[in-house]
């Protein structure tokens, strides 16, 4: 009788596990059913200012200009110019490039919905530009912490930077960066598109983002909540963190020189790269980890728009006006077309 009591509990537990793995098969399959039903997702935007949106187009047009222009200009000047054909230029030559790709991921979309007020989105365009936002945000970190290492090794080991940094070694690092975070991040988009969307499937924000398609989501999202806090802790603090440990190595190194203007040299090489940090990580960090209490419906969309257009926009005007070899390098370029005019 025993026997016979403990198989039927044991059937009994198997069947209860069996029902529970069918019941959430079901929840997957209707997911995947409304996410393949024609959903669309509607960007609220600047919707609370009406009587502005041609303005507000006309900005971010200005601003998008602005950013190509800019960056081209940085990537066209770091392959001209031979006096820049070190690792620093080779990495902000590619950052440049990245700055571009970036900002191309969500200016043009948003300008569209400005000039044409129709701020709908597919679920596959919305997922599209969700995994291409975030493989290049992964990549834009992986690149700043690689650009940091540059600027330890150039100031903290300078008899070996040139065995270091070869040529071999810059390209490695960036082809890192911009490969390293390509499966997870599609794995992270497919985890966050798996979920069902209920209500008007509207996003506060002016593209696709994490946090406002949670919002969005039907049922749980707690699992998603702690995969996404996983992506941020590898491909986010652990490279800030990095960055800001090789910052304390240099500055450690470079109290210890003996004259100033070898301080203020070295901290020069630095300041421009340690400013889009700051700008960056800072903005990022203030969008991603507000506290439930302190955030509120714009203040997401507004750092977001920070990290991902004036960070991009000024990243050229930093580099250039603070940078020696780059405004020597403008003026040669800029003599050389007058010459050639003149002629």
Request: net charge positive; glycine share 6%.
């Amino acid at each position: 009788m025993e026997i016979n009591t403990q198989k039927e509990a044991e059937m009994c537990f198997r069947n209860e596990k069996c029902v529970q793995k069918n019941k959430k098969k079901e929840r997957k399959e209707m997911a995947e059913i409304n996410n393949t039903n024609g959903v669309e997702f509607v960007f609220v935007g600047f919707s609370d200012f009406p009587n502005i949106q041609g303005f507000l187009f006309g900005i971010f047009l200005v601003i998008y200009i602005s950013i190509l222009m800019g960056n081209g200009f940085i990537i066209v000047i770091s392959k001209v110019d031979l006096s820049l054909q070190t690792p620093m230029y080779f990495f902000l030559g590619h950052f440049s490039f990245l700055e571009i790709c970036y900002t191309s991921v969500t200016l043009p979309r948003m300008l569209t919905d400005l000039w044409s007020q129709k701020k709908n989105i597919s679920l596959l365009g919305c997922a599209t530009q969700l995994c291409f936002f975030l493989i290049l945000g992964v990549t834009e970190c992986l690149l700043l912490a690689s650009m940091a290492y540059d600027r330890y090794v150039a100031i903290c080991k300078p008899l070996y930077y040139s065995l270091i940094m070869n040529y071999k070694s810059c390209v490695q690092l960036v082809v890192g960066s911009w490969i390293s975070g390509i499966p997870l991040q599609i794995g992270q988009t497919y985890q966050v598109f798996s979920l069902s969307f209920c209500g008007s499937h509207r996003l506060n924000h002016v593209f696709c983002d994490i946090p406002p398609l949670l919002e969005s989501a039907c049922g749980d999202t707690s699992l998603t909540d702690s995969f996404v806090y996983v992506d941020i802790i590898f491909f986010a603090l652990i490279p800030f963190l990095l960055i800001l440990g090789s910052y304390f190595r240099i500055l450690t190194t470079i109290q210890k020189l003996p004259s100033v203007t070898g301080r203020s040299k070295a901290l020069s090489t630095c300041s421009s790269h340690l400013i889009v940090v700051c700008l960056f990580f800072g903005s990022g960090i203030i969008a991603h980890f507000q506290t439930k209490s302190s955030k509120t419906a714009g203040t997401g969309k507004i750092f977001s728009l920070f990290y991902t257009t004036v960070t991009p926009l000024f990243n050229p005007l930093i580099y250039s006006l603070r940078n020696k070899d780059v405004i020597v390098a403008i003026q040669k370029l800029l003599s050389k077309e007058g010459g050639l005019r003149t002629k």
